[in-house]
């Protein structure tokens, strides 16, 4: 599989030799500082360049791209797979003042909130729901950062429906286990860049097994939306070393409201015996024990000192 390093590369080269040396100078720019692209304007590269901006929206045209907004998703994609942790944070210091840092990863989240409304259809959705639904057996897969993901997920979907197993951490069961099952089972695959590398092993190692997979990711080049039998895309906006999750949530969140709708009288008997379960192992705090608390706090006897108080000496 080509690196997205490798492929941008791959492009440039391709097309340099015919370029006009206006356009060269932009290519070198790129190959020079490609990190960075991700961060500037059109109009910023043409100053860097020495170039008119008309010049850079050609440019993108002759790499392929319809315009430089298809040229900067290409370019983000590539920084998702390519950037370390450090990497990310230097690039976001250098961003211009936006209001405070809280003010900033909530408008980040809203915009990948409002992306996401529009980027996901309803008969996808429904699709999806229904596959999970279907499957006799669900695994739920995600390691490092996405872990959370994986485990929240794992977490709710229990609640509707059975036969689900969370697996963060590559263990020698799931893979005997994958290894006895068969199209019956359904394994739901989460990974966001950068996408680790046991990840991918997984989702092959489900392929070879005949293992119906879900790949959810952000975008059309990640490894796992191109292993997977059916996808859902979910793009990050923000170059960060903090990934911005919220939207994510909340998409897995309205997924498993989805799959419960499906069969509302299934669902209600799995949360009933969830709570059930929940309530016999007195797992969740009540409002019982509060009253017993608060009972308790007022008729304690007072303390005044922890200190026992020296006898007063008889003149």
């Not at 293992?211 to 059916?230: V, Y």
């Not at 669902?267 to 797992?283: L, P, Q, T």
């Not at 409002?287 to 006897?301: G, I, K, S, T």
Request: net charge neutral; with cysteine; proline share 4%.
């Amino acid at each position: 599989m080509k690196s997205a390093k490798k492929d941008l590369f791959d492009k440039l080269i391709r097309i340099y030799p015919k370029l006009s040396p206006k356009k060269r100078r932009v290519a070198d720019l790129i190959m020079n500082d490609y990190k960075n692209i991700f961060l500037m304007t059109a109009r910023e590269i043409a100053e860097k360049c020495a170039v008119s901006e008309p010049t850079i929206l050609r440019f993108s045209v002759d790499m392929g791209f319809s315009g430089y907004a298809d040229f900067l998703h290409y370019m983000k994609g590539v920084l998702h797979t390519e950037l370390t942790s450090a990497e990310r944070l230097t690039l976001t210091s250098r961003k211009p003042d936006e209001g405070t840092t809280i003010q900033r990863y909530c408008q980040n989240a809203i915009h990948n909130l409002q992306n996401l409304m529009t980027s996901v259809s309803e008969p996808e959705f429904k699709k999806i729901a229904r596959s999970i639904y279907k499957a006799d057996r669900v695994y739920v897969v995600g390691y490092r950062a996405s872990a959370t993901l994986a485990y929240h997920f794992g977490y709710l979907l229990k609640k509707v429906r059975k036969k689900v197993t969370i697996d963060t951490d590559l263990s020698w069961e799931l893979m005997d286990a994958l290894n006895e099952s068969g199209p019956s089972t359904l394994m739901v695959v989460i990974a966001f860049p950068r996408y680790p590398r046991r990840t991918i092993e997984i989702l092959k190692y489900a392929n070879q097994c005949n293992i119906q997979t879900i790949g959810l990711s952000d975008t059309l080049t990640s490894p796992i939306i191109t292993l997977a039998d059916q996808y859902v895309m979910i793009d990050i906006e923000g170059v960060s070393f903090v990934d911005p999750f919220a939207h994510i949530i909340a998409f897995l969140g309205a997924l498993v409201h989805e799959i419960a709708f499906i069969d509302n009288e299934e669902a209600m008997r799995c949360i009933s015996k969830f709570d059930s379960g929940v309530k016999a192992a007195n797992e969740f705090y009540t409002e019982d024990e509060v009253d017993q608390r608060l009972a308790y706090r007022l008729n304690r006897p007072q303390i005044t000192s922890l200190w026992p108080q020296k006898e007063e000496k008889q003149s």
